[in-house]
T-cell receptor, first 115, second 111 residues
Framework: GAVVSQHPSWVICKSGTSVKIECRSLDFQATTMFWYRQFPKQSLMLMATSNEGSKATYEQGVEKDKFLINHASLTLSTLTVTSAHPEDSSFYICSARDGTHYEQYFGPGTRLTVT | GQQVMQIPQYQHVQEGEDFTTYCNSSTTLSNIQWYKQRPGGHPVFLIQ?????EVKKQKRLTFQFGEAKKNSSLHITATQTTDVGTYFCAGSSGGYQKVTFGTGTKLQVIP
């Protein structure tokens, strides 16, 4: 149980285009989803927290207009990187938590490369 | 903001040796979680500690939460090659809504 999927697993896009990443909880209802960014050999940096049906809470320094988060249902959250630039290239990981347990279940991550 | 540091950053051990990673928070935590990330993989939840001075064991892994709830440690006895990966602590200072991940300790086990 407690499986989280992410799609796509990797994507290459041109500078200036937008990319959407999906995060799905497959066998539980995720009341809260988190989006992280991880640079090589570094820790996970929380970008935003989203609760189903409400606006995401962004961490300081994360541009909400650039990283659009939509938590449309209890099993799906999406992160859209708008007008991507090479510096947005990174590993993006989502995690999900249900309403009764504290642990986060992580998706496999999405490797974004902006050329 | 809250900062969570881990030491060491890297650790190479001979298989069979013990290993310890230490986690220190700049603020008092309400709880701390530990995750393991294998190379190329995603973090996997190991355990959560809530009480001051709490100690929990999972087979060869021993987790401690400091009395002041500002530090924690993970100790692995007699490491195996399957223990290879990066270990992250993640602390929360206000319920479970948000956790701050530590800097991580990368463990390499030499067979």
């Amino acid at each position: 149980g407690a499986v989280v999927s992410q799609h796509p697993s990797w994507v290459i896009c041109k500078s200036g285009t937008s990319v959407k990443i999906e995060c799905r909880s497959l066998d539980f209802q995720a009341t809260t989803m988190f989006w992280y960014r991880q640079f090589p050999k570094q820790s996970l940096m929380l970008m935003a927290t989203s609760n189903e049906g409400s606006k995401a809470t962004y961490e300081q320094g994360v541009e909400k207009d650039k990283f659009l988060i939509n938590h449309a249902s209890l099993t799906l959250s999406t992160l859209t990187v708008t007008s991507a630039h090479p510096e947005d290239s990174s590993f993006y990981i989502c995690s999900a938590r249900d309403g009764t347990h504290y642990e986060q279940y992580f998706g496999p991550g999405t490797r974004l490369t902006v050329t | 903001g809250q900062q969570v540091m881990q030491i060491p950053q890297y650790q190479h051990v001979q298989e069979g040796e013990d290993f310890t990673t230490y986690c220190n928070s700049s603020t008092t935590l309400s709880n701390i979680q530990w995750y393991k990330q294998r190379p190329g993989g995603h973090p996997v939840f190991l355990i959560q500690l809530v009480k001051s001075g709490e100690v929990k064991k999972q087979k060869r892994l021993t987790f401690q939460f400091g009395e002041a709830k500002k530090n924690s440690s993970l100790h692995i006895t007699a490491t195996q090659t399957t223990d290879v990966g990066t270990y992250f602590c993640a602390g929360s200072s206000g319920g479970y809504q948000k956790v701050t991940f530590g800097t991580g300790t990368k463990l390499q086990v030499i067979p």
